[in-house]
């Protein structure tokens, strides 16, 4: 592997987990009952800790006191204090326990029991186990939120994620389409969780405000354990089948790199700065040590340019031009030798090697992909009521890719039928107006179509209150939100006709009836909304 140090661990290795100050990383090795300690700075083992059989994850405490690991062999959770090295505790009565997962408080654990459908959950003041959670097929791995208030669990007999909320220790979801899901990894933003899906060639990507896929990212064969950086701008996915990382923008959820020459990799950790990755090559005993690959974030932006740009690698001092394609960059900062930011010129292509040349030379750092902006051209329905709930279509261009659409400040999901056609359920309204509702792509915001949240009528007054039997006599109606009134009845029968005045008053003709006496005078919106008038009107 060029530019790959590789530092010889365990038979077996499978998972890494990093201490906080990035001095010291743990690696389970599967083949033995051992925890290796790796002193970052030297690169080397330093000492080897017995845990249990066959330990698999391994986590470490939000304080880097302590590092948990999971030994499906003996069913147990080992205790490794970080001060001496030293195996200090272990929890067991497990069920062939697999993936763990730190609350961010340090409070608890979250620990797969592959062998029993469950999710323990171990307190780490008492190291006992304080309850279980019935999961679903051979549980894996599992991942937290970064607000500790979701667990997100894969189960790769059935193919789904379980969704926990940690508050009640219940699930709340259950994220369905997955094949063989294996690791996953939730974004430092919290708002996405990538899955690998290991049976296949795909990562799958949930957002974590719906519960639902909302991307699927192609990659090489057999993922099987994905990483977010530190600072969220890649997503780092190992590929057993074939021997290589992939490297995803999630801010595209485009590969921007595949990595070669790894021996089965495994789970990959990085330091807390992000600058360097450690890879466990299950393969050949040993772990790799690489430097953090370049990323561009966001890496797509509108055709018309105007994105601000960051980039991250390294030799960037003395920077004098970052061009896109063929064009130069504007506003180009050097914040650091290992960060640029800059605005991106305008486009005709749409992919265009994004290039820096700096006092070492002229490098390719990554491809910007320039895209169209939606446009919104039509929308079935352009008013309803404050309740929200119904179901409207835009019709437009450039819809594939859109996930969201706006009413105003509220965002609600979208389902995209096509290119030009999407549906979206229209989230309520605490007030009565009209907001600018539009959608985003990678390529930026799209135009607006207005859509009128109307409140329920009211009718406050009416003026004449009678009128003689043969009709036609012109009736004041007074109130509110009577600016969508379609349909005003007297006693049932539809006024001869009316006008809107405004939204607080329509006039109206009364109908003609046989019999005097006095009637309803209902006013119906286009909602459905109705209203009555607090007294008759009186056929005299």
Do not use: C
């Not at 926990?164 to 996953?184: C, D, K, Y």
């Not at 008038?533 to 005299?540: F, Q, R």
């Amino acid at each position: 592997m060029a530019d790959v140090d590789t530092i010889p661990v365990g038979p077996a290795p499978h998972s890494i987990a990093m201490r906080p100050d990035g001095l010291r990383s743990y690696v389970t090795n599967s083949g033995t009952d051992t925890l290796s300690v790796i002193d970052t700075v030297a690169g080397a083992v330093v000492t080897t800790i017995e845990v249990g059989a066959g330990p698999w994850a391994a986590a470490v405490a939000p304080d880097g006191q302590y590092v948990y690991v999971t030994s499906p062999g003996s069913g147990t959770v080992g205790i490794v204090g970080t001060a001496t090295d030293t195996l200090v505790g272990t929890v067991s009565g497990l069920t062939a326990p697999r993936g763990l997962a730190v609350t961010p408080d340090g409070a608890r654990l979250y620990v797969a029991n592959s062998g029993g459908d469950t999710v323990s959950v171990i307190s780490t003041a008492t190291n006992t186990v304080t309850g279980t959670i019935t999961v679903g097929n051979s549980p894996q791995a599992i991942t937290i939120r970064p607000d500790g208030l979701r667990a997100y669990v894969s189960n790769s007999a059935n193919g789904t994620v379980r969704v926990i909320n940690t508050v009640s220790n219940t699930v709340v979801a259950t994220v369905t389409g997955f094949n063989v899901p294996l690791g996953m990894a939730v974004t430092p933003d919290g708002v996405n969780v990538y899955v690998a899906n290991s049976g296949g060639d795909t990562v799958s990507v949930i957002s974590t405000a719906t519960n639902t896929v909302t991307d699927t990212v192609t990659v090489a064969s057999s993922p099987v354990y994905p990483t977010a950086s530190p600072d969220g701008t890649l997503v780092y996915v190992s590929m057993t089948g074939a021997d290589s990382l992939t490297v995803i923008n999630p801010s595209s959820n485009i590969v921007t790199e595949t990595i070669p020459g790894f021996v089965g990799p495994h789970e990959v950790a990085t330091t807390p700065d992000g600058g360097y990755l450690y890879v466990v090559n299950h393969g050949d005993n040993t772990v790799g040590v690489l430097r953090r690959p370049a990323s561009i974030s966001p890496s797509s932006g509108s055709r018309g340019g105007g994105t601000t740009v960051t980039i991250k690698g390294r030799g960037f001092l003395g920077t004098t031009a970052v061009r896109f394609g063929i064009r130069p960059a504007r506003n180009v900062t050097v914040v650091s030798d290992t960060m640029l930011t800059v605005v991106t010129p305008s486009a005709i292509r749409s992919a265009v090697p994004v290039t820096v040349t700096a006092s070492g030379g002229t490098a390719i750092i990554g491809h910007f992909y320039y895209r169209r902006l939606p446009v919104v051209s039509q929308i079935s329905s352009s008013s309803g009521s404050t309740n929200g709930g119904n179901v409207v279509t835009l019709t437009g261009l450039r819809f594939i890719g859109v996930k969201y659409v706006w009413f105003g400040a509220v965002q609600a999901a979208a389902t995209v039928r096509s290119d030009t056609e999407l549906t979206v359920t229209v989230p309520p309204s605490a007030l009565a107006h009209t907001a600018p509702v539009y959608t985003v792509n990678a390529g930026g915001v799209s135009n607006s179509l207005a859509y009128t949240y109307v409140g329920s009528p009211t009718i406050t007054s009416i003026s004449p209150t009678s009128g003689p039997r043969t009709g036609s006599r012109i009736v004041n109606i007074n109130g509110t939100f009577l600016s969508q009134v379609t349909t005003i009845t007297f006693g049932g029968v539809p006024a001869l006709s009316f006008k809107v005045m405004s939204a607080i008053k329509v006039q109206t003709v009364t109908p003609p009836r046989s019999t005097p006496g006095p009637v309803a005078v209902v006013v119906q919106t286009s909602t459905g909304a109705t209203a009555a008038s607090p007294v008759p009107y009186t056929y005299t």
